[in-house]
């Protein structure tokens, strides 16, 4: 009779602490008590990454999940009982404060956290073929161990009889007082090891006690002003949502991810989870933020047939696949149930650029459908439940697949979750004077994409952005290579084509490290999908390392062949295997490993090719056979569940009293037997599909062949590789592949995710420079006009959104055209001293308009509209000479005015700007004197020199936001046209 303790270290101190000392008492009381149990410390398993208890006891009287509460002092829960399961908690403690009891960083109590890992706990007792038939998942206990020592201001709520919560002080009475029906035993503790692994419990520990361990009051989490609006909205109702919040900047969507999950738990929200694309992302988030941050993979697929019953039953069973189709049948894993996730909860996806509806399969297996943000909104049900999901990403890195299927996307969004509540906001940062060339350059980037202009591309450069010359690449990858690496790097090479980085890494291998053309050791290779690493001493866990692992090459063991052959022995293709011992850099749980490669992917560029795909989906299968002949259907526990199933027993009844009946010469229906046996067989091909499934899990997860690592070399990787990776300095060729187009979204969204991954400096080869001038040509054919005069033309004025002022309103007694009553607001405010003292109109198009200085002298001016609405024209009809060159020079500015608001908004505005101050600077004045569709009319003057020229542009939507020509139209003499041919020198 004994407790046998289990556990993985925390990184939470008290939880560490706390474990220790309950696991050293409970030691010594179950051998007191002749109990036999199994007490597990922080378990975990990687299906089930929602499940964080921080102990799971199985024990003589019952199975038990347990987290541990650092406080002590008078608890203080809400006293309606619905509130008690989903309102914040409080403790008074000993010196008077009264702080809120932290229930993790995803719920809003004690019990809502524990009832979530209860949740999850029925889900994995579900899905395994033991542990659904003997235990109680209705009579699993939930228990909150607090510090201590504590009093309550009520019992807890009856309502969840199996939820109980004590300090350490109590915890011995009452496991001696609980009982369950989920008594312990061998088998069922076998299975929790395996479920949960952890190392033994070194029981050596020195603990002393801690005369406060309440913690600090928490601070309140300030919420950035700029996403408040955004969070109001979207929290105003208790309906299902989707808010997208964007950014370029990842501290930033960092902190928010943090924000949005504080709001959330303050605003009625239970419980929050927080997913990224894959583990990859998910590590590197938790390291950044030290939030729990779970793959999206591994929380929504991995369903299991709940139902083995769930085919349809009036059709008669195919006979089995012949073993030639098995070999090429693409392996589907299903979605999860989402019964543990709340109805009411708040799902956060940061890095949510990275999830897609694009389709991603290989030719052995796809997750679902294929296209994980379209199963992400089928799984979560938001139609049918409350949820919401708060998607945070950047606007302008690739996705994997299309941008238009980005979770980021709304057009997507709204297919997926038609008529559902979207809201979005976008952080469009400003230009600073401290932000750095690489920091500026990602701006300038994004700015191309949201405005859709791809005409623009240049740099400055600075201790951020390297302009580097081949010597100088060369020059990086020496330096930051040259000896083996104790960490993950801190460095990379990007480049586009896969093609490209393998020649690199095979350079450095060659002439950097020397270590020539096959696998050595100090090679530095990129893991391309999940594996599973089994400990082979016995005295450790199995160690997960996640697609994007770096791993560092310490020692080359034997290669082993595979020959894969057909039936008819047609050679299908030969696997080469290789055996290595690797050190996981990065990997504090298990720095040195022994895995299987498989050699023909890194021969290749990354990838197989479809003999060698069919080669090992065949490869898969024998070993799956030869798995089954070791572990018989006869001997599984699916095949006692099939002879404990009530359907199937049924149909054998029936069919043995056919043939008794048969037999007995009564007169039977044989299509009675035929449906009877139809029933029979297809409810056993279901177990054994369900065997066959289940068998080969645990292959892909310990069979160190069927689990082989996909690696190719880690030095140079390509920027759809490096996307959620983030390096101190980067190595990176600019260009693509011969021919591809530069002036478009693609490359402007690959360009900027290169830049990206660099945090501290860039070093850009081959910087490809984009002007709108890059095809313009410069026609000058026009001969000297001497005699040319220069005549500015202005716009027409228009204040289309204004309301006529009263006092003007005060002079009107009929009907006039409202843009000539705004001139006549605008006109006095550009003169000073005068009044207003009648309108009249004469016709439609022209009204006359009398003005008084302040010397009492009149002046009448017509104000035309030429029946278009707008001003065309102000003159002065009557007026002294005075008074005159006063009104003509406030109408000059106030058309002026006109025009530099009529410049063009689009991306031709800061251009002209541009040139506005390059001319002024060399003593040249620039009119834009008209624009027409395709065509600007421009005048530029110096002294007593005029040149008129066009600018055509181009307005398709492929060549958008580039000049064809600059021709020269008029001119009074040569002076200035070679100023006006620089303007648009690249």
């Keep these: 009779m004994s407790l046998e303790v289990l556990f993985n270290k925390t990184e939470n101190l008290h ?5 220790d000392r309950v696991a050293k008492h409970l030691i010594s009381f179950f051998k007191a008590q002749e109990w036999d149990g199994l007490l597990i410390g922080n378990p975990f398993n990687e299906d089930y990454p929602r499940f964080r208890a921080d102990a799971i006891l199985l024990y003589t009287n019952g199975l038990i999940i347990i987290d541990f509460k650092d406080y002590k002092g008078e608890i203080i829960m809400p006293v309606n009982d619905d509130e008690f399961r989903t309102k914040p908690w409080f403790i ?23 009832d979530r890992y209860r949740g999850v706990l029925k889900g994995v007792v ?11 998942t209705k009579k699993i206990c939930a228990l909150n161990v607090f510090s201590g020592p504590i009093t309550q201001n009520r019992e807890t709520s009856r309502t969840v009889p199996y939820y109980q919560l004590k300090s350490e002080l109590d915890l011995h009475t009452f496991l001696n007082q609980y009982a369950s029906p989920n008594k312990f035993e061998i088998p069922v503790a076998d299975k929790f090891k395996l479920l949960f692994p952890a190392k033994e419990w070194s029981g050596d520990l020195r603990i002393e006690a801690d005369d406060y361990y309440a913690k600090p009051k928490t601070q309140h989490q300030v919420i950035d002003k700029n996403i408040v609006p955004a969070l109001q909205e979207f929290y105003a109702n208790d309906e299902s949502g989707i808010l997208l919040l964007e950014s370029m900047s990842q501290k930033l969507r960092d902190k928010w991810m943090v924000m949005v999950n504080s709001y959330a738990l303050e605003n009625g929200t239970p419980e929050t989870d927080i997913w990224c694309h894959s583990s990859r992302i998910a590590r590197k988030v938790n390291l950044r933020t030290h939030f729990d941050v779970v793959s999206l993979y591994s929380v929504i697929y991995g369903g299991k047939y709940y139902n083995v019953k769930k085919e349809d039953e009036t059709l008669e069973a195919d006979p089995e696949k012949g073993q030639e189709e098995s070999e090429l049948e693409q392996e589907i894993i299903g979605l999860k149930s989402d019964t543990d996730i709340d109805d009411n909860a708040t799902i956060i996806i940061p890095e949510a650029h990275l999830v897609s509806r694009s389709l991603h399969q290989t030719d052995l297996m796809k997750f679902g459908t294929g296209r994980l943000l379209e199963d992400l909104i089928q799984f979560l049900r938001l139609k049918q439940t409350n949820r919401k999901i708060i998607f945070i990403g950047d606007p302008y890195m690739l996705s994997y697949g299309r941008v238009e299927d980005c979770a980021l996307n709304v057009d997507a969004l709204n297919e997926l979750y038609p008529e559902g509540n979207i809201f979005n906001y976008r952080h469009t940062p400003e230009k600073q004077v401290t932000d750095v060339e690489l920091l500026k350059t990602r701006k300038a980037l994004g700015n191309a994409i949201d405005q859709n202009y791809f005409n623009n591309l240049s740099y400055q450069f600075d201790a951020s952005l390297h302009f580097a010359k081949h010597d100088d690449g060369l020059n990086c990858i020496n330096s930051w290579f040259s000896q083996p690496l104790e960490d993950e790097p801190k460095q990379a090479v990007l480049f586009f084509s896969k093609k490209d980085a393998r020649t690199t ?3 450095i291998k060659k002439n950097i490290i020397k270590s020539g053309k096959a696998l050595a050791v100090n090679d530095l290779l990129l893991l391309n999908n999940n594996i599973n690493i089994p400990d082979n001493t016995g005295l450790g866990v199995p160690t997960k390392a996640v697609n994007g692992t770096y791993l560092l090459v310490k020692e080359v063991k034997e290669q082993i062949p595979e020959t894969i052959t057909k039936r008819n022995n047609e050679l299908v293709a030969d696997l080469i295997f290789r055996r290595l011992r690797v050190q996981l850099l990065g990997n504090t749980a298990s720095t040195d490993a022994e895995i299987i490669v498989l050699e023909n992917y890194l021969d290749k560029i990354e990838e197989l090719s479809q003999k060698e795909l069919v080669a090992f989906k065949i490869f898969i299968n024998k070993r799956l056979s030869e798995a089954k002949k070791r572990y018989p259907f006869e001997d599984s526990q699916e095949y006692k569940n099939l002879h404990y199933d009530k359907d199937f027993n049924e149909a054998l ?7 008794k009946q048969d037999e007995g010469g009564e007169k039977v229906l044989k299509k009675d037997l035929k449906k009877y046996e139809v029933k029979r067989n297809k409810i056993e091909r279901a177990y054994k599909k369900l065997y066959s499934n289940n068998l080969l899990m645990t292959l892909r ?4 062949f069927i689990n082989a690592a996909l690696v190719n070399y880690g030095w140079a990787i390509t920027v759809h590789k490096s996307v959620g990776s983030n390096f101190e300095n980067v190595l990176f060729k600019a260009t693509q592949q011969e021919g591809s187009g530069i002036s478009n979204a693609s490359y402007f969204r690959w360009f900027y995710s290169g830049l990206t991954a660099a945090s501290s400096q860039l070093h850009i080869l081959n910087p490809v420079t984009i002007t709108p001038f890059d095809n313009c040509t410069f026609i000058d054919e026009a001969t000297v006009n001497e005699n040319l005069e220069f005549i500015e033309l202005y716009p027409n004025l228009s204040f289309e959104h204004e309301d006529v002022p009263t006092f003007i309103e005060k002079l009107v007694f009929e009907e006039l055209n409202h843009n000539s009553l705004l001139a006549v607001k605008y006109l006095l405010n550009e003169l000073e001293g005068y009044t207003l003292m009648s309108i009249q109109k004469i016709t439609a198009y022209l009204i006359k308009v009398t003005l008084c200085s302040s010397n009492n002298q009149e002046s009448i001016l017509a104000i035309n509209n030429k029946g278009n609405q707008e001003v065309s024209s102000i003159r002065v009809e009557r007026s002294t000479e005075n008074n005159s060159e006063n009104i003509n020079k406030a109408i000059r500015r106030l058309f002026k005015r006109a025009k530099e608001i009529n410049y063009p908004k689009d991306f031709r505005r800061e251009i002209y700007k541009n040139w506005e101050y390059k001319l002024q600077n060399q003593k040249c004045n620039l009119f834009l004197q008209q624009s027409h569709q395709n065509e600007d009319r421009f005048t530029v003057t110096r002294d007593n020199h005029i040149v008129n020229f066009n600018l055509r542009y181009t307005v398709g939507e492929r060549n958008y936001g580039f000049f064809s020509s600059l021709t020269i139209k008029e001119k009074s003499s040569d ?12």
């Design 505 to 507: 890494n095979l350079y």
């Design 975 to 986: 002076e200035i046209v070679d100023i006006i041919k620089s303007l648009i020198k690249k």
């Design 92 to 114: 008074n403690t000993s010196d008077g404060n009264c702080i809120k009891i932290e229930a993790g960083n995803n719920h809003t109590n004690p019990y809502k956290q524990l």
């Design 126 to 136: 579900q899905d395994d073929g033991l542990l659904r038939y003997v235990l109680d």
């Design 15 to 19: 939880e560490n602490v706390q474990f």
């Design 653 to 659: 009844r029936k069919i043995r009293t056919w043939k």
């Design 701 to 704: 997860k310990n069979d160190a």
